[in-house]
């Protein structure tokens, strides 16, 4: 699935399938979804990316994981976003 990225000021297209990078194994992390060949989960790369950090600062703390690999995680969040609308209280 190609996507377009915006970077600050600067428009990007990237071709980013995140199935490349995340998986779900019942056998690894309880069965949630994780990076592929890790077990750091997707919740985990958001929560961080949420609690202000940058991918590198996150690649830092897990390395295991690629630049990419945290991108995918950022694209499975947006594909989960499209697919349900959750209510928000006003």
């Known amino acids: 699935m190609a996507y377009t990225g915006y970077v600050v000021g600067e428009r990007r297209d990237i071709a980013m399938d995140w199935r490349e990078y ?3 194994d019942s056998a690894v992390c309880h069965g949630k979804a994780h990076i592929k060949g890790t077990r750091v989960m997707v919740s985990v790369v958001l929560d961080n990316l949420a609690a202000g950090l940058t991918p590198e600062e996150v690649v830092r703390s ?3 994981l690629t630049r990419e690999a945290v991108h995918a995680a950022i ?3 947006a594909e989960l976003a499209r697919e349900r609308v ?4 006003t």
Do not use: G, H, K, L
């Not at 959750?86 to 209280?89: F, N, S």
């Open 86 to 89: 959750v209510a928000i209280p």
């Open 22 to 24: 995340v998986v779900v």
């Open 75 to 77: 694209a499975y969040a």
């Open 62 to 64: 897990y390395p295991t």
